[in-house]
């Protein structure tokens, strides 16, 4: 019996190309059999009708997915299920806490973990280098970041680095975050707090039912060493609780499942104004958990027409060589570099620029007379 802790991609790796049955499939047909069972009358015996009984399964899988789509008792009853379907050789993605104790108690059972890589120093210097490409401004938050990052460059740290991204919003907290994780060439596990409703999630983050999702499940199933708490001040006060843990000492546990973080990087990003409104609106229990609060500045004029040029590039080199034709880059930065003023999130900037491109493109494809201005007056 062995239980593996880790991404799926590592798991099948684990697995190699050998032949193995599933977990969840078997359990389906048996529960299937029992049935008819029942339809056909109590004299039964486990034996196939031929006799013979049915073969050992050699290798049974369950992958992180499959606990969902079991039944409660399948899980509750886990290592009885296991010794009556008896495989030789049984390995376990990602289960829940309840399976790995139970397995523990009732069969020899080894554990394999994931080890996420470590941050490479060469990654410090790609991430200053390589930040003003990717950002414009924001210079001091950079710097803080690398400073930030660097106890994990380090063999000595064993829990995670939980940094806290405020300030305005559209100046690059979550690019930031976004830059860093790419550096580190992970997919990256994002989960944006606005985006859950209060009872969906209490149980996303204390656990349900096996079948919902839950942020320990996501937890453990991540590819990357990097976690995105976005929009970390739209969450109600009473789900504070639930990181004081994970914050301290990189453990997060819910009614299901539990995850051993280790040197991992938990990026929290929110629109407060100062660490004072920080230490106010989250309380000290939390806001003393984080490892660096680091402001990111309302971008200044200047910088702001930096973004819209490079944002226009961005979207031209993506246009069909055929329309990149019919498009004159600098006419469209001219006509948008007035909303610099206009529009201190950049964020709006984007859509806005990409509704001047169609309507330029349409006006060029229609024939007509390219003159820009009127038309897009109207749409301003
Ligand atoms: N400093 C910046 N430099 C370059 N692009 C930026 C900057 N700030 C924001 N943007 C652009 O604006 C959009 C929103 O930025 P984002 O990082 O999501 O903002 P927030 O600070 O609210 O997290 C992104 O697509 C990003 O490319
Ligand atoms: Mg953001």
Redesign the pocket.
């Known amino acids: 019996m062995t239980i593996f802790y880790g991404p799926l991609s590592w798991f099948d790796k684990q697995l190699g190309n050998r032949r193995y049955e599933s977990f969840p499939e078997i359990v389906h047909a048996r529960d299937e059999a029992d049935r008819q069972i029942k339809v056909s009358g109590p004299n039964h015996s486990d034996a196939e009708p031929n006799g013979r009984q049915p073969e050992r399964p050699k290798r049974v899988v369950a992958e992180s997915s499959d606990y969902a789509s079991l039944r409660e008792h399948a899980i509750t009853n886990f290592s009885g299920l296991i010794r009556s379907i008896n495989p030789k050789h049984l390995y376990l993605h990602n289960p829940p806490t309840d399976v790995h104790a139970q397995l523990k108690r009732t069969h020899p059972t080894k554990v394999k973990r994931y080890e996420y890589p470590a941050v490479p120093r060469e990654m410090l210097i790609h991430f200053r280098d390589g930040f003003a490409d990717?950002?414009?401004?924001?210079t001091a938050a950079r710097d803080r970041v690398l400073a930030a990052l660097y106890p994990l460059t380090t063999q000595r740290r064993t829990k995670p680095v939980v940094l806290m991204f405020y300030?305005p919003?559209?100046?690059?907290?979550?690019?930031?975050a976004q830059f860093v994780n790419r550096l580190l060439n992970g997919t990256l596990l994002r989960k944006q707090l606005s985006m859950f409703h209060n009872d969906k999630f209490a149980s996303y983050l204390f656990g349900g039912a096996h079948s919902e999702s839950s942020f320990a499940k996501d937890l453990l199933d991540r590819e990357s060493g990097v976690i995105l708490i976005d929009e970390f001040d739209k969450a109600n006060a009473v789900f504070h609780s639930a990181f004081y843990e994970i914050f301290d000492s990189g453990v997060f546990e819910d009614k299901n499942y539990r995850v051993r973080l280790g040197a991992s990087l938990i990026i929290c990003?929110s629109n407060y104004g100062s660490e004072k409104e920080i230490q106010e609106a989250l309380g000290d229990a939390l806001y003393s958990r984080f490892d660096s609060l680091i402001r990111?500045n309302q971008?200044s004029r200047d910088?702001i027409l930096q973004?819209i040029d490079?944002l226009v590039d961005c979207r031209f080199a993506d246009l069909a060589p055929e329309e990149q034709k019919r498009l004159d880059p600098s006419e469209t930065k001219s006509f948008l570099h007035p909303l610099a003023d206009k529009f201190a999130n950049?964020?709006k900037l984007?859509k806005y620029a990409d509704e001047v491109i169609s309507l330029q493109l349409v006006r060029t494809l229609l024939d007509e007379q390219p003159s820009l201005e009127t038309g897009l007056k109207a749409t301003a």
Do not use: A
């Not at 990717?134 to 924001?138: A, H, P, R, S, Y």
């Open positions: 990717n950002l414009v401004g924001q300030g919003s559209g100046v690059g907290k979550t690019e930031t990003t990111f971008l910088e973004v490079r950049v964020r984007g």
